[in-house]
């Protein structure tokens, strides 16, 4: 074969497609990619240090700092974790509550990721008409929390705040709104021959691969592995619900990124149900916590579904009021693992669409 | 067959063309802000009492509180809220029980120099306390700081 | 016999550019600006071919030449390795023989050029209008053989070029 | 991790020609087109360079919108995120690629002083260290309609570059 | 479930008698053990899927408080593994722990994958170094990065004036 | 004059009016100096080796049949012309040779020359 | 009067053949020659386009040559450089210093 | 009154300088300047407007406003950003090819401006009438090709290096089945001449008898443009700017005008080749016969916008593989088609 020299091009820090500060070092022989090295950490902020020096309580809005496009399930995890730590119960419409901020932020995060998608794969209306519906839940989630994007919602025990009146119908509202709008992102974008061309047996991920690497969230599925916390090893109140997990067949971009959009029509589905049942539900949403959190020495580690993968943290405590150590698992990260063995071979385009595929988040990635 | 996704997708955006549009003209119009909205601090500052809870709460130690005595009541001689260290995610407003620190719904806060940054809430000279009650104070506080608001620990 | 001043002015200028840049594209080192010379002077040959009335041979001049024959070229020079892209096109040892054969050609030539009475057989008679549609009659009339002669070679250098190239092709794939 | 090494070389601008008239022109077109460069760090990058071009905020109604991944094209760096120790030394090189006259916002905590992580080992106490910044942007993250008002107190400072003297 | 796991884990310590299992059911296996343990899960449990890998220092009390580093440093280190098994739906969090001074382990990217960033992350912050690793250097830090910020003996100035 | 100098009198004032805008820009834009600055840009990052590099085209055979296939078309173009006032002998005649050519893309296709490598 | 005769056209296609053939025997670079090799063609295109305007106006000859000439400098241009390419890789794991004209 | 008021205009300064006593020659050159400025202005003005109606559709589109601030609607945005980009600094990073970097954005805007000269805006309204002029146009469009290449290769930056390998090998890829799909159209007409072309379309326009060839030509020329879904070249998301990513300022600004000068290029050839030019249809001759160019110009054109904010990016060998498996095999079969179709036709009498 023509020996060609092969050359090394930075693919970021600064660049549109890799959605934050992150940096893939590509070997590139032409446009085929011969080596796909990630390098991470350009958005490293300490928060496992950070959070040695903050009382469990105040641990919270950093958890939401890190996978800031669905913070609420980053806020969730860590709550349960310490609960788990503490052995606190929690009310029930607390638990309602959370689910229904989780279920919005996965929906908000992964119509992020469906317009980000569009977005790398060069179709730039899907990119701003997903963010129409990402802005109406945002309003839902601000007029709930305060903020539009960093909930601190959660509360070590129960939630922040009861819902405002009237809340729970503009919910249902907007989440009834919503197929008709994924209805659009499939005419717009999913049904697309181009967009299909570009994510059809584009990344090949084995499933024996997706286990071995630990893989998890819609990267897994997108394999055909059905391994969903919410249905394996159902925490919080999720088996309460009856909802089904998507699974992907070749294990291709697309399959992945068709998960993400029937993993939302899922969750729509768990919100018409949540909030069905929390109607029902009244009484406190705070459980009798004391003021100044010391959970007994120990330790605890408690994974739940996150948007991007399985979500884990883990503390340990030694009896003060501060975290000895805490250390979360990042979906992001991990799933990051398998990049250059999915891009070896392909182009320099095909490398946009697999990064894209696995939906990454920085803040989530450096920790 | 092949082609119709792509006369879909053209369906899509012509729709979109015409249907209504979704921008808020700001600043012409204004964007609804829900009432529990995190924008800019207020400090009610009579209604203060200077107790640090806030301060407390607060993760990152943006608060700064300095009090002196006066006539047996703290006075709080100075607020200054850091909000460049700010991550507006109200610990502060929930711990205050005397309902003094709250959000307004104002959210511009930009400014061309960093020394703007802060607000400063209060920052005031302590009146001089009666005379007459002083003198009896006097004696009683002396060991009890007066001032500093109790800061975090181990930063 | 040409007359207009602006048509002897036009040619002077064009063979100044003709000449100058073919002796950029043997004199610069990078092969790159050798291309892109080449460019230019096929660009002004097509101006001389109009001074001449060849009207379709000066757009495919300028079609083929310096819109596929260039690009084909610089896509050869892109697959080839070279150390250092400034110093890719230099002399080789024998370029004082080379320049003395040159120079003997060329005198040769001249001479002969010289001596010849091409005035004689000059005539005034003008191009028809419409070149194109002559040409397209001739070519499938009178030329025909040599016509799908030229089908066959491109055909046949086509096929050739793929085979010598499809090597490259089949061990692509290690 | 040594900021020093990375010091932002005296900004010497100068020009061929400098007419007060013209530059007021120029000044006019440069504040309607002030084109930012496509450069998220964190979670502030989403509100503040993909919130405010969302449909709702469009930031396109000013102009605004073009967004120029390299940065010679661009005119604006947004600074919106977390800088770390790993990061700084690349936003000072883009920075310093950006052609004249160019611009800055911090927008977000972080992005002014090192906001939340401020603490940290890691993370440089704003983009202020590096860089020279025109407009801070308070907040963690910023709605998208107060990056927009950080955009036209840039705008104002461009078209008379007196408001930040006095 | 948790008798399925039970099971298992009262098999484990029948075929590793050095292990330990506390009440929350997590084992902890001595460093020279754990490539045979860890191959054991995978094969004969179906512990496929490596969820977390992740270490706590615990310097002995002397230097956590801050004084003299004494050369004979009694601190360990713990290195966490949580294994999850997709077909069985259990998990086991498996713990080691090495010795502060020379915190060396083996790698456990032979037997699963998934270890390779996350062993890197914690050496990272650690330094704890996993020998056999592929490809065994900084994830999120910078190369020229002095110290290990996860250790509790890590010292740094924060940027606040 | 002829039409062909009208052309040139477009080319010349094409090739003006872009380095007018060009020198115009020169004149009136502010510059600084920093150190980086006249780096070629990648991402943020310093470039890793030669940028001049052989590159491994798998155009060339995309570029060979463009080649060929337009060198065609300057055959094709003439007779296309006289196509009506030609009789069906010059059709067939082009038949011919188009179906030479054809059998050379066929090849080429077989060959994979339109394959990505 | 100054005018431009056939004999100009000659001589300009005279020196650009001369240049051309300097290039072809003065070049280490292979790519190098067939630009030149191209040069050389052109030249000769120049010399049949003149005649035909000078000397058979009325039936095209001459242009219908440079038409064939063009279509076989064409085909030359892909067959050199392919040629050059199947050289260049079957000489490359060898030495590449040894192919003095390829590398440059 | 209104149908030739342009070519009053230019018969009036023929007319003027003519009784001046100025020579004919001069006069003609004159006129030519003329017609120069004003196609240079018409292009600057279209391009400026261009880039604000590419906006403000991508608005629409977008269930948003665009630009609506600088200016009424936002109608001086395109000035604004025009203005400043003269007034950017034009950086020459260190290891360019100097000259060739600073001659690409000067000669980029020579193809296009080129072009329109034979271009017939109106009826007689043409600056250059060329006989050969659709074989003009394609001769001057492939050298933009080459122009491109210089650019993007000279900036010394890998971004660029790809994106100018990929510019050449798209546009080289797509101008084939473009000339060979309208040997179709040239069948059916005879000549090469852009007026007879349209005047050949007085009764059906070409869209109507040669549907495959419109559509060969129109994707040909999406892809010739650079645009959506073919615009690997500057491939934001994948190259960052391709060619220009180290131009700034005016070196930018260069390649950004060229680019909406060659839309409109390439929606004039739409227009005057299948869509009957400036040709009136249902007989509306009351409105002027250069009105009603630019009206199916702009429609064209809205096509092309509307496609770039629909469709998502193709990649680089599905791209090459279309141009040559679908749409080469298919404008070769479309000459035979077209060939024996006109024999039927003649046959039937017609
Ligand atoms: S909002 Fe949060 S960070 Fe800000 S002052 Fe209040 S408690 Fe502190
Ligand atoms: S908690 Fe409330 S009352 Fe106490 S110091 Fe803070 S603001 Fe004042
Ligand atoms: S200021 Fe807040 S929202 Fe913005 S980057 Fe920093 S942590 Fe994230």
Not at chain 6, 15 to 29: D, K, L, P, Q
Not at chain 7, 35 to 59: G, H, Q, R
Request: with cysteine; aromatic share 12%; glycine share 8%.
């Amino acid at each position: 074969m023509l020996r060609t020299e092969t050359y090394t091009v930075n693919f970021g820090p600064q660049h549109p497609a890799t959605h934050g500060v992150f940096r893939v070092m590509l070997n590139l022989d032409g446009e085929r990619i011969v080596k796909a090295e990630p390098v991470c950490g350009y958005l490293h902020r300490g928060v496992e240090k950070l959070a040695e020096n903050r009382t469990y309580q105040q641990v919270i809005p950093y958890t939401d700092r890190l996978d800031y496009l669905a913070a609420g399930l980053q806020n969730q995890g860590y709550v349960e974790t310490i609960e788990k730590l503490m052995e606190i119960e929690v009310p029930d419409r607390a638990e309602y509550l959370r689910i229904i901020t989780a279920e919005l932020s996965r929906i908000a995060s992964h119509v992020l990721f469906v317009g980000v998608y569009a977005l790398d794969i060069g179709a730039f209306t899907g990119f701003l008409l997903c963010f129409r519906e990402r802005e109406r839940i945002l309003d839902l989630m601000e007029e709930l929390t305060g903020s539009r994007m960093t909930y601190s919602y959660a509360r070590i025990g129960g939630v922040a705040a009861d819902a405002p009146e009237g809340w729970l119908d503009r919910v249902e509202k907007v989440v009834n709104d919503l197929p008709y709008y994924f209805d659009i992102y499939d005419d717009l974008i999913s049904g697309n021959e181009i967009f299909q061309a570009r994510t059809k047996y584009v990344g090949y991920l084995s499933a024996e691969s997706a286990v071995d690497y630990s893989l998890s969230g819609p990267t897994l599925r997108g394999s055909g592995i059905d391994y969903d916390l919410r249905k394996a090893k159902p925490y919080s109140i999720y088996d309460r619900f009856n909802f089904e997990v998507p699974l992907g067949e070749n294990g291709d971009c697309f399959d992945r990124y068709f998960c993400r959009i029937l993993e939302m029509r899922q969750s729509v589905y768990i919100l018409q149900q949540a909030i069905e049942q929390i109607r029902e539900t009244d009484g406190p949403i705070m459980a009798k916590v004391p003021k100044v959190l010391k959970p007994p020495k120990g330790e605890a580690y408690h994974e739940i579904e996150s948007s991007k993968g399985i979500l884990g943290y883990y503390v340990v405590s030694d009896g003060s009021n501060k975290p000895y150590r805490v250390h979360v698992r990042r979906p992001s990260f991990v799933n990051l693992g398998f990049l250059d063995e999915m891009c070896r071979g392909g182009l320099v385009a095909d490398l946009v669409a697999i990064l894209g595929s696995i939906d990454i988040v920085l803040g989530e990635v450096d920790c | 067959m092949f082609g119709k996704g792509l006369v879909k997708g053209l369906n899509v955006t012509w729709k979109e063309f015409w249907s209504k549009k979704f921008t808020v003209q700001y600043p012409d119009e204004q964007h609804t802000k829900p009432p529990r909205f995190h924008g800019k601090f207020q400090l009610n500052s009579d209604a203060c009492i200077a107790c640090g809870l806030c301060a407390n709460a607060c993760p990152n130690g943006v608060i700064k509180i300095e009090s002196e005595k006066v006539n047996k009541k703290k006075y709080l001689t100075k607020y200054v809220m850091n909000i460049q260290y700010c991550l507006f995610c109200g610990m502060c407003v929930e711990a205050c029980n005397k309902g003094a620190l709250r959000f307004t719904q104002e959210h511009d806060m930009s400014q061309y120099f960093y020394k703007d940054i802060p607000l400063v809430f209060v920052d005031r000279e302590a009146p001089k306390p009666d005379p007459e009650t002083e003198n009896k104070e006097k004696d009683d506080d002396k060991s009890k700081k007066a001032g500093k608001a109790p800061e975090k620990e181990g930063q | 016999m040409e007359t207009c001043i602006y048509n002897v002015i036009a040619f002077y200028m064009l063979a100044a550019v003709i000449l100058g840049s073919a002796v950029m594209i043997v004199a610069v080192r990078n092969i790159v600006h050798s291309v892109l010379f080449l460019a230019a002077c096929f660009i002004s040959m097509a101006g001389i071919y109009l001074l001449l009335d060849a009207v379709y041979l000066a757009i495919i001049q300028v079609l083929i030449y310096a819109g596929a024959v260039c690009i084909m070229i610089i896509f050869g020079i892109m697959l080839i390795r070279r150390a250092d892209m400034k110093e890719s096109n230099l002399f080789n040892k024998q370029t004082k023989l080379a320049a003395g054969v040159v120079a003997m050609t060329l005198a040769v030539y001249g001479i002969l050029a010289g001596k010849t009475a091409w005035t004689d057989v000059t005539s005034n008679v003008p191009v028809p209008a419409d070149s194109l549609d002559k040409i397209g009659g001739l070519l499938l009339s009178q030329y025909v053989i040599p016509f799908e002669v030229a089908a066959l070679l491109l055909t046949v250098a086509l096929i050739g070029a793929i085979m010598l190239a499809r090597e490259v092709k089949a061990d692509g794939d290690n | 991790m040594d900021l020093k090494n990375n010091e932002p070389a005296p900004s010497e601008l100068n020009r061929l020609v400098h007419l007060a008239p013209l530059e007021k022109v120029l000044n006019i077109a440069r504040a309607h087109s002030l084109w930012p460069m496509q450069f998220g760090l964190a979670c502030c990058a989403i509100e503040a360079l993909m919130g405010t071009n969302g449909p709702r905020y469009d930031l396109s109604r000013f102009g605004y919108e073009v967004m120029r991944t390299s940065p010679r094209q661009a005119d604006v760096m947004v600074v919106a995120g977390t800088i770390t120790y790993k990061a700084a030394p690349f936003i000072l090189r883009l920075w310093e690629q950006m052609s004249e006259p160019k611009w800055c916002i911090a927008v977000g905590s972080c992005a002014i002083s090192g906001g939340p992580f401020v603490d940290s080992y890691y993370v440089v106490p704003g983009a202020k260290e590096l860089i020279p910044v025109d407009v801070y942007v308070p907040g963690c993250p910023p709605r998208p309609d107060a990056v927009i008002d950080g955009f036209l107190r840039l705008k104002n400072k461009v078209l008379n570059p007196k408001v930040v003297e006095g | 479930m948790d008798n399925k796991l039970d099971s298992v884990i009262k098999e484990l310590q029948e075929k590793f008698s050095e292990i330990k299992v506390s009440e929350q059911q997590v084992v902890t296996v001595p460093v020279e053990q754990l490539t045979s343990f860890m191959q054991m899960l995978k094969d004969e449990y179906y512990m496929d899927f490596l969820t977390n890998v992740t270490a706590v220092d615990y310097p002995s009390d002397k230097n956590q408080n801050g004084e003299e580093d004494d050369e004979e440093d009694k601190g360990t280190m713990e290195v966490i593994y949580n294994v999850n098994s997709i077909t069985e739906g259990y998990t086991l969090m498996v713990k080691t722990s090495v010795a502060r001074q020379n915190p060396k382990l083996p790698s456990m990217f032979s037997v699963w994958g998934g270890a390779h960033f996350q062993e890197r992350e914690v050496f990272d912050l650690l330094g704890i170094i996993f020998t056999d690793h592929p490809d065994l250097k900084r994830i999120l830090l910078d190369d020229s990065f002095k110290g290990y910020p996860l250790r509790k003996d890590f010292q740094w100035v924060g940027g606040r004036k | 004059m002829s039409d062909w100098a009208g052309v040139l009198m477009f080319l010349v004032v094409a090739a003006i009016f872009g380095a007018g805008g060009i020198i115009a820009s020169f004149v009136i834009h502010p510059r600084s100096k920093a150190k980086q600055k006249l780096e070629a840009y990648e991402c943020g990052v310093p470039s890793i080796g030669n940028t001049w590099i052989q590159f491994r085209s798998s155009y060339f055979l995309y570029a060979l049949m463009f080649v060929i296939f337009d060198v065609e078309t300057i055959f094709l173009y003439p007779w296309a012309i006289k196509f009506q006032s030609l009789g069906s002998f010059a059709f067939i005649e082009m038949i011919i040779f188009l179906f030479i050519l054809i059998v050379g893309l066929w090849y080429a296709w077989k060959e994979g020359a339109m394959e990505w490598i | 009067m100054v005018t431009i005769s056939l004999t100009h056209y000659v001589m300009l296609s005279a020196i650009l053949f001369s240049i051309g053939l300097f290039g072809v025997l003065a070049k280490k670079n292979a790519v190098s020659v067939l630009i030149c090799i191209e040069l050389m063609l052109n030249a000769v295109n120049i010399n049949f386009i003149a005649f035909s305007k000078y000397i058979t106006p009325a039936d095209f000859m001459g242009q219908i040559f440079a038409i064939f000439v063009i279509t076989v400098a064409a085909a030359e241009v892909g067959v050199g450089l392919a040629i050059i390419i199947a050289i260049y890789r079957n000489n490359l794991p060898v030495d590449l210093d040894e192919i003095d004209w390829l590398k440059w | 009154m209104l149908e030739t008021i342009f070519i009053d205009i230019a018969n009036w300064i023929r007319n003027l300088l003519g009784s001046a006593g100025v020579p004919a020659l001069w006069n003609d050159t004159v006129m030519m300047l003329v017609k120069l400025t004003a196609i240079i202005v018409f292009i600057l003005i279209n391009a400026l407007w261009l880039v604000y109606m590419e906006r403000k559709v991508a608005g629409y589109m977008q269930a948003r406003i665009g630009p609506n601030r600088v200016g009424p609607k936002g109608l001086l945005q395109t000035t604004a950003d025009i203005g400043k980009l003269i007034s950017k600094e034009i950086i020459i990073p260190k290891n360019v090819d100097k000259i060739l970097f600073l001659l690409a954005p000067v000669l980029i805007f020579v193809p296009p401006l080129t072009i329109f000269s034979v271009i017939p805006f109106g009826k007689n309204m043409m600056a250059i009438d060329l006989n050969i002029g659709l074989f003009f146009v394609f001769a001057i469009a492939s050298l933009s090709t080459l122009i491109f290449w210089i650019g993007g290769w000279s900036s010394y930056n890998k971004y660029s290096l790809l994106g100018s390998m990929r510019v050449i090998s798209q546009m080289v890829s797509y101008e084939l089945p473009m000339m060979l799909a309208l040997l179709g159209v040239i069948m059916i007409v005879g000549s090469l001449n852009l007026s007879e072309i349209i005047l050949a379309q007085e009764s059906a326009w070409f869209i109507i008898s040669q549907p495959i060839a419109f559509l060969i030509f129109f994707i040909a020329a999406v892809a010739e443009c650079n645009r959506v879904p073919f615009d690997l070249m500057e491939g934001e998301s994948e190259i960052i700017a391709g060619p220009y990513t180290e131009y700034s300022g005016m070196g930018f600004a260069m390649f950004f005008l060229a680019e909406y000068a060659n839309i409109m290029i390439a929606s004039a050839m739409t227009t005057v080749l299948f869509l009957g030019g400036w040709l009136a249809p249902f007989g509306l001759t009351f409105i002027p016969s250069w009105l009603w160019f630019f009206v199916k110009m702009y429609v064209v054109i809205f096509v092309f916008m509307w496609l770039r904010w629909t469709y998502p990016r193709v990649r680089i060998d599905q791209l090459l593989g279309f141009g040559w498996k679908v749409l080469v095999p298919l404008s070769l079969a479309n000459i035979f088609v077209t060939g024996i179709g006109m024999y039927i036709y003649r046959a039937l009498g017609w």
